[in-house]
């Protein structure tokens, strides 16, 4: 069975920073691809981040290109988004998901329950 677990999320201050964690089980992270989702009250969900087994690239939304970075410690089974410089904007619930293509432009086949992350002005 295949699980994703996030964790870190939390209450920080505007300009403050978290690093999530995303620990999976049942899958080989050398083949597939994690991206990072949020969503927020009201709003629809988007893509944040993503790291692809393919071809090694890392994907970031425009928006958040130089405040968050994903990472991956493949001996771990485990995916980190540090976000730093975080905007009440940022607020929302982050999920981490993976698909088995291996490209971050896939299909994400399986997602975790997500982890709150609330930034206060």
């Known amino acids: 069975e295949v699980q994703l677990v996030e964790s870190g999320g939390g209450l920080v201050q505007a300009g403050g920073s978290l690093r999530l964690s995303c620990a999976a089980s049942?899958?080989?992270?050398?083949?597939?691809?994690i991206g990072w989702f949020r969503q927020a009250p009201g709003k629809e969900r988007e893509a944040v981040s993503c790291i692809s087994s393919s071809d090694g690239d890392t994907y970031y939304a425009d928006s958040l290109k130089g405040r968050f970075t994903i990472s991956s410690d493949n001996a771990k089974n485990t995916v980190y988004l540090q976000m730093n410089s975080l905007k009440p904007e940022d607020t929302a619930v982050y999920y981490c998901a993976a698909g088995f293509s291996g490209s971050c432009l896939g299909i994400y086949d399986y997602w975790g329950r997500g982890t709150q992350v609330t930034v206060s002005s």
């Open positions: 049942g899958i080989t992270f050398d083949y597939s691809a």
